[in-house]
């Protein structure tokens, strides 16, 4: 929607003003958006009725946990969150009810706004009081939790990253009155593993709304790795929904950097590249930023440059056109603007992306199709019977002919002497249904020694697919 604006300026001769404001967005310096619905868009809220949330596994209503359409983080619904009890009080079913497991790493995250007085995340130790994290001594250790904000209308962020979990039986969620009355709402609840995340419908949605497509899955999401960025960039997002080759593509639906700077790809001064790649889609504005005076502007009509003059835009087959730089000999400028950014609204996928130079390609991976087979991290559990068992998660994405089972290393130590290696050629017959696996395989351990588990590409290579175990 756009909002109209009429100004009239005395100051200016009587001359008046009139445009319009769309996507009005105002961040900090966490890159968290003060601005809600700067769209300015009407809402319809439906009315919904259920009491139970079933979203954290509850089989029945929790006094003072409901659904409300008065706040929301995203979206139009959250949970609000309003009682007193000086006894634990949990508002969720058991870690183990979302699918997680003791030792095993999790990234947690949600907003809140209002008054937390203490809140437990799956065990005593992980708590916020008084809306910041409780850290103190060795039973609430520093384990990386954080709380960032404020963001739009007062809203703020919890997440903790790869912490371990050890207390799977315990509620998700519960909470005490040390300090006041628990009065706030909840939003975006997420729990991810290796990529995959575990709460079915964070957002807290009405299922009246349309339901999501069905997407496939991938490890590392949503973070663009062949991008080279560090962390999550809002409307940008790994996407089989459409790909010019293979079956992924990066889908870009929000303004944004979407990409590091060109340094971070190897792009230096003095040097000549070629770029290209294929998009489809409501262009916008797309800034491709060799350094900051060697920059191209691809539109949805029109491709151009102050500096280049090799550049090009093909339309091709079903939709994608191809946009290629050639022979560009960069200038050193302002190295920290994002080699990749996206302006004015734009919808678009983008596939095949390549910069050589010197026939030297600098993306690695840039038609952002993830390997046949992807793994989570090995998880290793001593038994009463002398033998341990390692478990694993796998995602299978595709069927390779040329595809070598990875080998699975057993090396058992003795006062640091190796004293026996076992290799397991694990043929893993996973299905390829874009769903996490688990795989396990258990051996005898003798209780004098040490192992270390590895998981190879191949014994050739000796190639690492996860961090190695040690189990003692």
Same mark, same amino acid.
């Given at each position: 929607?756009?909002?109209?604006?009429?100004?009239?300026?005395?100051?200016?001769?009587?001359?008046?003003?009139?445009?319009?404001?769309?996507?009005?967005?105002?961040?900090?310096?966490?890159?968290?958006?003060?601005?809600?619905?700067?769209?300015?868009?009407?809402?319809?809220?439906?009315?919904?009725?259920?009491?139970?949330?079933?979203?954290?596994?509850?089989?029945?209503?929790?006094?003072?946990?409901?659904?409300?359409?008065?706040?929301?983080?995203?979206?139009?619904?959250?949970?609000?969150?309003?009682?007193?009890?000086?006894?634990?009080?949990?508002?969720?079913?058991?870690?183990?009810?979302?699918?997680?497991?003791?030792?095993?790493?999790?990234?947690?995250?949600?907003?809140?706004?209002?008054?937390?007085?203490?809140?437990?995340?799956?065990?005593?130790?992980?708590?916020?009081?008084?809306?910041?994290?409780?850290?103190?001594?060795?039973?609430?250790?520093?384990?990386?939790?954080?709380?960032?904000?404020?963001?739009?209308?007062?809203?703020?962020?919890?997440?903790?990253?790869?912490?371990?979990?050890?207390?799977?039986?315990?509620?998700?969620?519960?909470?005490?009155?040390?300090?006041?009355?628990?009065?706030?709402?909840?939003?975006?609840?997420?729990?991810?593993?290796?990529?995959?995340?575990?709460?079915?419908?964070?957002?807290?949605?009405?299922?009246?709304?349309?339901?999501?497509?069905?997407?496939?899955?991938?490890?590392?999401?949503?973070?663009?790795?062949?991008?080279?960025?560090?962390?999550?960039?809002?409307?940008?997002?790994?996407?089989?929904?459409?790909?010019?080759?293979?079956?992924?593509?990066?889908?870009?639906?929000?303004?944004?950097?979407?990409?590091?700077?060109?340094?971070?790809?190897?792009?230096?001064?003095?040097?000549?590249?070629?770029?290209?790649?294929?998009?489809?889609?409501?262009?916008?504005?797309?800034?491709?930023?060799?350094?900051?005076?060697?920059?191209?502007?691809?539109?949805?009509?029109?491709?151009?440059?102050?500096?280049?003059?090799?550049?090009?835009?093909?339309?091709?087959?079903?939709?994608?056109?191809?946009?290629?730089?050639? !022979?560009?000999?960069? *200038?050193? #400028?302002?190295? &920290?603007?994002?080699? %990749?950014? /996206?302006?004015? =609204?734009? @919808?678009?996928?983008?596939?095949?992306?390549?910069?050589?130079?010197?026939?030297?390609?600098?993306?690695? !991976?840039?038609?952002? *199709?993830? #390997?046949?087979? &992807?793994?989570?991290? %090995?998880? /290793?559990?001593? =038994?009463? @019977?002398?033998?341990?068992?390692?478990?694993?998660?796998?995602?299978?994405?595709?069927?390779?002919?040329?595809?070598?089972?990875?080998?699975?290393?057993?090396?058992?130590?003795?006062?640091?002497?190796?004293?026996?290696?076992?290799?397991?050629?694990?043929?893993?017959?996973?299905?390829?249904?874009?769903?996490?696996?688990?795989?396990?395989?258990?051996?005898?351990?003798?209780?004098?020694?040490?192992?270390?588990?590895?998981?190879?590409?191949?014994?050739?290579?000796?190639?690492?697919?996860?961090?190695?175990?040690?189990?003692?």
């Amino acid at each position: 929607m756009l909002v109209a604006i009429d100004e009239f300026r005395e100051e200016q001769d009587g001359i008046g003003q009139r445009f319009y404001l769309d996507n009005l967005s105002i961040k900090n310096s966490d890159n968290g958006e003060l601005v809600r619905n700067g769209g300015f868009e009407v809402r319809r809220i439906p009315v919904r009725t259920d009491k139970i949330i079933s979203e954290l596994h509850n089989e029945s209503e929790v006094d003072g946990v409901e659904y409300s359409a008065a706040e929301s983080y995203d979206g139009d619904w959250s949970l609000h969150i309003n009682h007193s009890n000086l006894d634990w009080y949990p508002i969720t079913a058991s870690c183990a009810d979302f699918g997680m497991k003791n030792g095993r790493k999790y990234d947690i995250s949600f907003y809140f706004k209002g008054d937390i007085r203490t809140l437990y995340i799956t065990e005593q130790g992980l708590c916020i009081a008084d809306n910041k994290p409780w850290i103190s001594g060795t039973n609430y250790p520093d384990v990386g939790q954080k709380v960032t904000g404020a963001y739009a209308n007062g809203w703020y962020k919890f997440e903790v990253k790869d912490y371990i979990l050890s207390s799977e039986n315990q509620a998700l969620l519960f909470m005490q009155d040390y300090n006041g009355v628990n009065n706030f709402y909840l939003d975006n609840l997420s729990i991810i593993e290796s990529g995959r995340e575990l709460v079915q419908n964070g957002s807290f949605e009405p299922s009246v709304y349309p339901p999501q497509k069905e997407m496939p899955i991938r490890k590392n999401a949503p973070v663009i790795k062949e991008l080279l960025n560090k962390e999550e960039i809002s409307g940008v997002s790994y996407s089989a929904e459409e790909a010019y080759d293979g079956d992924w593509a990066v889908h870009v639906n929000k303004n944004a950097d979407v990409s590091a700077a060109p340094s971070a790809f190897g792009i230096t001064e003095g040097k000549t590249y070629n770029v290209s790649f294929y998009i489809k889609g409501n262009i916008g504005n797309l800034f491709v930023s060799l350094s900051g005076k060697n920059r191209v502007l691809v539109t949805n009509d029109d491709i151009r440059s102050g500096t280049l003059t090799d550049i090009k835009k093909v339309s091709v087959e079903n939709g994608w056109t191809k946009v290629e730089i050639n !022979n560009a000999v960069v *200038e050193k #400028a302002d190295w &920290e603007t994002a080699f %990749l950014v /996206a302006e004015y =609204n734009p @919808d678009f996928y983008i596939d095949k992306l390549s910069i050589t130079e010197s026939n030297t390609e600098l993306v690695e !991976n840039g038609n952002f *199709e993830p #390997a046949a087979i &992807e793994f989570g991290e %090995l998880y /290793a559990k001593i =038994n009463s @019977d002398e033998t341990v068992t390692v478990s694993m998660d796998v995602l299978k994405h595709r069927d390779e002919e040329d595809y070598t089972a990875p080998m699975l290393i057993f090396a058992s130590y003795d006062n640091g002497c190796l004293t026996s290696c076992t290799t397991v050629n694990e043929s893993i017959d996973v299905e390829k249904n874009n769903k996490w696996t688990e795989i396990s395989k258990t051996v005898p351990i003798k209780a004098d020694e040490n192992m270390n588990v590895y998981l190879w590409e191949s014994l050739e290579s000796l190639k690492p697919l996860a961090s190695a175990v040690e189990i003692k």
